[in-house]
């Protein structure tokens, strides 16, 4: 049974930094896509990133290129999120998810099909204040 645990939320000032982490385990599979996306309150599940296993290209949201990014450590199967310069609307909960099937959009680098994304952590939460 694929399993994913988040690490790494909390509360900051915006300007500040935190880093998220994704531990995965049970699957065997070698070739995958993982992805780090958020839910506010009251809005929708979007993509904030997205990372093939190997090769391919990384995807980003507009709304947090060039302050986020997506890394991976294939040997301890985890998932990394580095978000710097955070913003009060960075706030919500995040979730890390696997797709163990398509893998098309990520391999592209395209905006993620939440629906590819059969795995799911329980999500950290991130609150960034003015």
């Known amino acids: 049974q694929v399993q994913l645990v988040e690490s790494g939320g909390g509360s900051v000032q915006a300007g500040g930094s935190l880093r998220l982490s994704c531990a995965a385990s049970?699957?065997?599979?070698?070739?995958?896509?993982m992805g780090w996306f958020r839910q506010a309150p009251g809005k929708e599940r979007e993509g904030v990133a997205t990372i093939p296993s190997h090769g391919g290209r990384t995807y980003y949201a507009d709304s947090v290129k060039g302050r986020f990014t997506i890394s991976q450590d294939n040997a301890k199967k985890t998932l990394y999120l580095q978000m710097n310069s955070l913003k009060p609307e960075d706030t919500a909960m995040y979730y890390c998810a696997a797709d163990f099937s398509s893998r098309a959009l990520c391999l592209g680098g395209y905006p993620p099909n939440l629906s590819e994304y059969y795995y799911w952590g329980q999500g950290t939460q991130v609150t960034v204040s003015s």
């Open positions: 049970g699957y065997t599979a070698s070739s995958y896509c």
